[in-house]
């Protein structure tokens, strides 16, 4: 089955304590990207990546960083978390950019940090 | 710059009438346009896109949205509401970036009521 899965669904941690969402596709998709969710502000993108070792900021990078090592995984990794990175995460791919292709989302992570 | 404004935050409606969320857009060039769901613990689903074909677009579950240039409008309808349409819908318009980036809109929250 074609997807986008992301580990873990939920995670607790605390201020400082260095961690890191999966994101897989097993789509053989080009672009992939991270947004966050929050209330009334829709979702803003955090990092995108158009190919292997191709990365770069979208809206709200600040906090976070990314690696494109291999075509299917995009981790994303919160070196020091704060309390304002308390947020649902989503993961998307799709097969070229995404202007006219559309995006394929996995299940979200629900991060709180406390 | 582009930006989108979906107009209502929350929606209600009864089961069998029609259904209308509404979102503008503005836009410096030709934008690319979708409407994406979201069910409750899951990540988001395209509805449907506009790519400068045809105005008047047909998605999936009976969902329709028409572009109109001259009210830099892209409103989404579907004649007759079932309670499965319950969800979140969310307005996107591709970004300055053009293939690497949406901006998406706040999002509406679509009840149905028996």
């Known amino acids: 089955e074609a997807q986008v899965t992301q580990n873990p669904r939920y995670l607790i941690t605390v201020t400082g304590k260095k961690l890191t969402v999966t994101c897989s596709q097993n789509?053989?998709?080009?672009?992939m990207s991270w947004y966050r969710q929050d209330p009334g502000l829709g979702l803003r993108q955090i990092y995108y990546?158009?190919?292997?070792?191709?990365?770069d900021k979208g809206d709200v990078p600040e906090g976070y960083k990314v690696s494109r090592k291999e075509k299917r995984n995009f981790p994303l990794i919160l070196e020091s978390p704060s309390p304002n990175q308390t947020s649902l995460y989503f993961c998307?791919?799709?097969?070229?950019?995404?202007?006219?292709?559309?995006?394929?989302f996995g299940n979200g992570t629900r991060l709180t940090v406390t | 710059a582009q930006s989108v404004t979906q107009l209502d935050s929350h929606v209600s409606v009864s089961e069998g009438t029609p259904v209308l969320l509404r979102c503008n857009y503005s836009s410096s060039y030709s934008p690319s346009l979708f409407w994406y769901v979201q069910h409750p613990n899951k990540g988001l689903q395209l509805l449907l896109k506009y790519t400068s074909a045809a105005t008047l677009v047909k998605g999936i579950n009976g969902f329709e949205a028409e572009f109109k240039k001259s009210e830099t409008s892209f409103h989404l309808t579907k004649p007759s509401a079932h309670m499965s349409d319950a969800a979140e819908y969310f307005c996107?318009?591709?970004?300055?970036?053009?293939?690497?980036?949406?901006?998406f809109g706040a999002g509406t929250r679509l009840a149905v009521h028996p």
């Open positions: 789509m053989n998709h080009e672009y």
């Open positions: 990546s158009m190919n292997v070792e191709v990365t």
């Open positions: 998307a791919s799709s097969p070229q950019g995404v202007r006219d292709s559309p995006l394929h």
């Open positions: 996107v318009v591709s970004g300055a970036g053009g293939y690497n980036k949406l901006i």
